[in-house]
C-alpha cells in the first residue's frame, strides 16, 4: 500500500501540532518516525490510520482519500491490546473472525501464527500467564494473521527490555519479509529505527516538521549497527541529545565502505 501526505498540517484546537507534513511512502516500504515527546508522530499514525483527519492537506492510501480506519491498515500499540479473558489463540483467532473467517478456520491459523512467533505451546494461556514479550509477540501474530497492506505500529516494543526488544524486532523483521506490508514505525529507539527502517524521517518539536530524511541503502542489517554509527550520532544530536566525539566509537565505523543519502526537509 503506497500513502502520500500532502501538505498535511493538524491542530487540536489552538494547539498547533504538524506544521507541515509531505511525503510518498512506497508499497512495502519501513519508514521509521523519530522525534520528540509530544511532536504528533501518533497523530500522524492516527492520520494514516483513519482515526483523524488532516486540518490541512490530504492523506491518500492507495490513491484514495483515507475517510476512516480499515482492516487493511492494522494499527498496533505499545501497551498491548490483547483481551484478558481470552487465550493466546483466541485473540489472535479473533482478528479474522471479526472479517467473518469462521471458528475452527481461524484457530487453525491462529496456531499457525504464534509457532511463527516462537509461541506454540502456549496457545491456551491467558494474557496474564505469559511474559510482556510474549504478549507483545501474540500482538504481532494478530496483526499479521490477516495479511495487512499496512502496519501502523506505535512504539510497538517500547516497554520491553532491550534484549527482548531486539528478539522482537527481529520477529518482525521476518514477519514482514513474509507479508510484506506497508509499515509506519513510530519508535523513541534510535537503533531499532536503525535496525528496521529503508528511511528515517527526524521530526522537530510541535508543531512538527522533518528535519532530516535518512535513506538506508538495502543490506543485510545485524544488530551490530557499528556501521552506523555517523547516522546514529546525527539522528541524536538532531534530537538534542549530546553525543560525546572523545567516547564514541569513531575510530571504528568505517565510514569509506559506508554510504548514505540524506535530504534536507527544507529542499
Ligand atoms: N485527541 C487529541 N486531542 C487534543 N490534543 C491531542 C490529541 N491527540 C494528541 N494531542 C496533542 O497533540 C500533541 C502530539 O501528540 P502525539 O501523541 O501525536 O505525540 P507523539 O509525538 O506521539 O508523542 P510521544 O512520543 O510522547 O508518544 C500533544 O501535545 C498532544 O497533547
Ligand atoms: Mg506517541
Request: include cysteine; charge should be negative; glycine fraction near 6%.
Amino acid at each position: 500500500m503506497k500513502f502520500s501526505f500532502q501538505n498535511v498540517q493538524k491542530s487540536f484546537g489552538d494547539l498547533r501540532v504538524i506544521q507541515e507534513f509531505s511525503r510518498e511512502i512506497d508499497d512495502g516500504e519501513l519508514v521509521a518516525l523519530v522525534g520528540p515527546s509530544g511532536c504528533g508522530k501518533s497523530t500522524l499514525l492516527h492520520m494514516a490510520a483513519g482515526l483523524e483527519r488532516p486540518s490541512g492537506g490530504a492523506v491518500h492510501a492507495d490513491g484514495r482519500a483515507i475517510k476512516g480506519p480499515n482492516p487493511e491498515r492494522t494499527l498496533m500499540f505499545q501497551e498491548n491490546a490483547l483481551y484478558p479473558w481470552l487465550t493466546l489463540e483466541q485473540n489472535v483467532a479473533l482478528a479474522l473472525e471479526f472479517q467473518g473467517t469462521d471458528k475452527a478456520r481461524a484457530r487453525e491459523q491462529a496456531r499457525q501464527w504464534l509457532a511463527k512467533v516462537q509461541l506454540a505451546g502456549f496457545e491456551d494461556y491467558f494474557p496474564n500467564q505469559v511474559s510482556g514479550g510474549m504478549r507483545q509477540r501474540t500482538a504481532l501474530a494478530r496483526a499479521f494473521i490477516s495479511h495487512p497492506k499496512a502496519l501502523l505500529l506505535d512504539e510497538p516494543f517500547g516497554a520491553l527490555d532491550a534484549l527482548t526488544r531486539m528478539t522482537l524486532q527481529d520477529a518482525l523483521r521476518q514477519l514482514i519479509r513474509e507479508v510484506g506490508p506497508t509499515v509506519l514505525l513510530v519508535t523513541h529507539d534510535v537503533d531499532e529505527a536503525l535496525f528496521l527502517a529503508d528511511r528515517i524521517l527526524v521530526f522537530s518539536p510541535r508543531p512538527a516538521v522533518v528535519l532530516k530524511e535518512f535513506n538506508l541503502k538495502q543490506h543485510e542489517k545485524t544488530h551490530d549497527l557499528s556501521e552506523f554509527a555517523p547516522m546514529r550520532r546525527e539522528i541524536l544530536n538532531l534530537l538534542g541529545i549530546e553525543t560525546d566525539a572523545d567516547t564514541d566509537d569513531t575510530e571504528n565505523a568505517p565510514t569509506e565502505s559506508f554510504t548514505y543519502s540524506t535530504e534536507e526537509a527544507a529542499a
